[in-house]
């Protein structure tokens, strides 16, 4: 039969992604989809009505990242902490966006912390960096060829 709107999420997930933990998982996947324009995968998610939190798949062109709550499971388990447990960041995430002035402009607009403005790289390469809002350190970028003029 056909696939399932699970199964055909799955279908398309990359051999590599984050996983992201935040205190507040929930409030991370409303800033993330408003400020940063990721999109749910809302067939995907998993739990949330208990003390071990959702655990929801954002996709952002062909990149996925997976977020979940900052429990003692996590960090027992996984070895994984919120930045703002730690104190500061520990990765920083990499996206390749179409339309990065356009992008940057709504991240401002919409406030994202930005860390980097907007700027022309020597390696060919249009880019910002921001974080979100428990510190997780993002770097948008465009190759110049492509930037609209």
Sequence with gaps: GAPTPQEEAWSHTPAMYPRLTYADEVAALEFLTRVFQFTERREARMGGDD???????????????????ATDAA??????????????????????????????????AEGASITMPIEDAFYGFRRYEADDLE?????????????QP
């Design 135 to 147: 510190g997780h350190h993002w770097h948008f970028m465009e190759p110049l060829e492509t930037v």
């Design 75 to 108: 960090r027992e388990v996984h070895h994984l902490y919120s930045p703002r447990d730690v104190g500061h960041a520990t990765v920083m995430i990499m996206v390749s966006v179409h339309d990065i002035d356009a992008h940057y402009e709504h991240a401002r």
């Design 51 to 69: 003390d071990e939190g959702m655990l929801a798949w954002l996709e952002f062109g062909d990149g996925v990242a997976m977020i979940g709550r």
